[in-house]
């Protein structure tokens, strides 16, 4: 389950009402529960996304059987969600998961 770090200025999407209400604005279905927020579209099955001390956790199960246009949008979306909520672009939180994994 990868960890995402965010942004200081973006910290207070950590809280699970935020990333659940960044959610909806991404994915056709989120459900709100205790701990994780669970969504769902496209060629995603279920993402799970948590607040982990400073970083976003983060896991997802892809159908890897959908049409190449369905996972185009389903991944523009979730790279999206991500960016809004940890202010790191595509290219950014593969830098530092680079970083973080040879450090």
């Known amino acids: ?19 659940a209400a ?24 279920q993402l799970t996304g948590r607040p982990d001390g400073r970083a976003l956790r983060v896991d997802v199960r892809m159908n890897p059987k959908v049409d190449e246009t369905t996972a185009r949008e389903t991944i523009a979306r979730y790279n999206r969600f991500l960016e809004e909520i940890t202010g790191y672009n595509a290219k950014e939180r593969a830098r530092r998961l680079r970083k973080s994994a040879g450090a």
């Open 22 to 45: 960044i959610a909806r604005t991404h994915f056709a279905t989120v459900e709100e529960r205790p701990e994780e927020v669970r969504a769902a579209f496209g060629a995603i099955e």
């Open 1 to 19: 389950m990868p960890s995402y770090p965010v942004r200081v200025s973006h910290r207070s999407n950590l809280e699970l009402k935020a990333i």
